[in-house]
């Protein structure tokens, strides 16, 4: 026992390092975003769980039309850690020029969009008390998508370079300027307007510029990016380059698409069942506190990608195998505990959020749903990381849209009406294609490395069925 002990430590002390030195500055910048909405959802409670259900109707809809775009995003990342590490900064250099040409195409598209979304609102049969205060709020929200991509581009190639902490300090500064010009406009203090709802949207937009600002500038005029020569050939476009990075963002964003389509459809159907407002409510609570531990593990996850990039990049793949399988350990350890937290908070965490005693007892009964999908979140979050890290991605985009449209939301439907379930039979939909998820992705990746580390012996292969 001892024996086994001592060589897992030597196989994976230092993965375990490098992969958390990594990742916790993604983790803290992560948690940054979630909390601009974790605040956003207080302060907003203070006004009613009509305000909080019409957020929740709108953030749904905002994030189900950006999250193809924030997808694409991913793929930088990876494509920078590979060329960096293969010995070609010039290259990695180009994946930033080219991605922002791409982010800014995408940015205008993803904001037409949701404007069109915030004016279809009132088709999709909701409360119409929701669809009123939604609506303004969507079209505030629509503006924000272009500095959302931009910001997105260069936080991803800093991260690709294994340079995590200025995109974490970064959105800290974007917390403190949503946070403050929240409580100057939902309640009207200093002299400002009360805006309510609209004030949270106009918090967002103007954060969002401010970390866009504050990120480019960083990459484009600190010394220690010189030698990827960013600012020579800015204005030329390259096709292969952003060719590269649709081939792995688009199945990359399609595979976030799937997911949080699946969340977001559950919004949908849980506006069509009994006291719509109260239930999307409590839903919203706990899908807020869920995504609190969801970004942890998504920064874990980006480390790993970034550690199993490197890994392709210099041709070591058994380090690559044990870089990605860290990973998974790492987020299985995380979740474990958070799941633990959830039971032992279900009736006291809710009350953070609202007072009214149905929507506080509701949440609480959807808190032991996401405790007990936690382990499964954690696991497939990784297992979609280090498998882009591979730049595998065709499969995992299948695998998203089977177990999350195929399975798991239409057995939430299924359950939460016809049987009766209520928003507890969406949860049990979630709990099913997220296990689901976990297996196959994890699968994958153990056939994938295997086959790599056993053709190659340290010596360069093709990767095989990418």
Same mark, same amino acid.
């Given at each position: ?47 009613? $769980?009509?305000? +909080? ?164 500038? $960083? ?17 030329? +476009? ?17 595979? $976030? ?59 070591? $793949? ?149």
């Amino acid at each position: 026992m001892m024996e086994s002990l001592h060589l897992f430590r030597r196989r994976y002390a230092g993965h375990v390092q490098a992969t958390v030195r990594l990742s916790i500055p993604v983790i803290i910048g992560q948690l940054g975003h979630v909390l601009m909405g974790f605040i956003d959802t207080l302060m907003i409670g203070d006004l009613g $769980y009509v305000h +909080l259900s019409a957020a929740s109707l709108a953030n749904g809809a905002f994030l189900l039309i950006t999250v193809l775009g924030i997808g694409i995003t991913f793929a930088i990342s990876p494509l920078v850690a590979e060329a960096d590490a293969g010995g070609n900064p010039q290259r990695a250099g180009h994946y930033l020029q080219q991605g922002t040409w791409l982010g800014l195409a995408l940015g205008m598209v993803l904001a037409a969009l949701v404007l069109a979304a915030g004016a279809s609102l009132p088709y999709l049969d909701q409360p119409p008390q929701d669809v009123a205060l939604a609506q303004g709020y969507t079209y505030i929200l629509a503006w924000s998508a272009l500095p959302m991509m931009l910001f997105l581009v260069a936080k991803q190639f800093a991260d690709g370079l294994a340079l995590t902490v200025p995109a974490m300090v970064v959105t800290l500064i974007g917390l403190a300027c949503n946070t403050a010009i929240n409580w100057l406009l939902i309640y009207g203090h200093a002299g400002f307007p009360r805006l309510e709802l609209n004030g949270a949207g106009y918090g967002t937009l103007i954060s969002r510029l401010v970390m866009m600002g504050l990120m480019m500038g $960083y990459v484009l005029r600190a010394r220690r990016f010189q030698r990827y020569h960013l600012l020579r050939g800015w204005l030329r +476009l390259r096709p292969p380059f952003i060719r590269k990075i649709l081939r792995i963002g688009l199945p990359s964003g399609l595979q $976030y698409l799937f997911e949080v389509g699946a969340f977001i459809g559950a919004v949908v159907i849980i506006g069509w069942l009994e006291n719509p407002s109260a239930s999307r409510a409590a839903h919203q609570i706990a899908i807020q506190l869920a995504s609190i531990t969801y970004m942890v593990v998504t920064g874990i996850s980006a480390g790993a990608t970034i550690r199993v990039g490197q890994s392709l990049g210099r041709q070591q $793949y058994k380090e690559l195998r044990r870089a990605g399988f860290t990973g998974i350990y790492v987020a299985l350890a995380f979740m474990l505990l958070t799941a633990v937290g959830f039971l032992m908070g279900r009736n006291y965490l809710p009350q953070l959020f609202v007072e009214t005693k149905a929507v506080v007892e509701l949440a609480s009964h959807l808190l032991v749903f996401a405790a007990a999908f936690q382990l499964f979140d954690g696991v497939q979050a990784v297992g979609v990381g280090i498998l882009r890290g591979m730049q595998d991605v065709r499969i995992p985009t299948f695998i998203t849209l089977v177990v999350y449209w195929g399975i798991s939301l239409p057995v939430g439907y299924l359950l939460s009406g016809p049987m009766g379930l209520g928003v507890e039979g969406i949860w049990y939909g979630f709990v099913l294609g997220l296990g689901l998820a976990a297996g196959l992705l994890t699968r994958r990746f153990w056939r994938l490395s295997g086959q790599l580390q056993a053709s190659s012996s340290e010596q360069p292969v093709a990767l095989p069925h990418l």
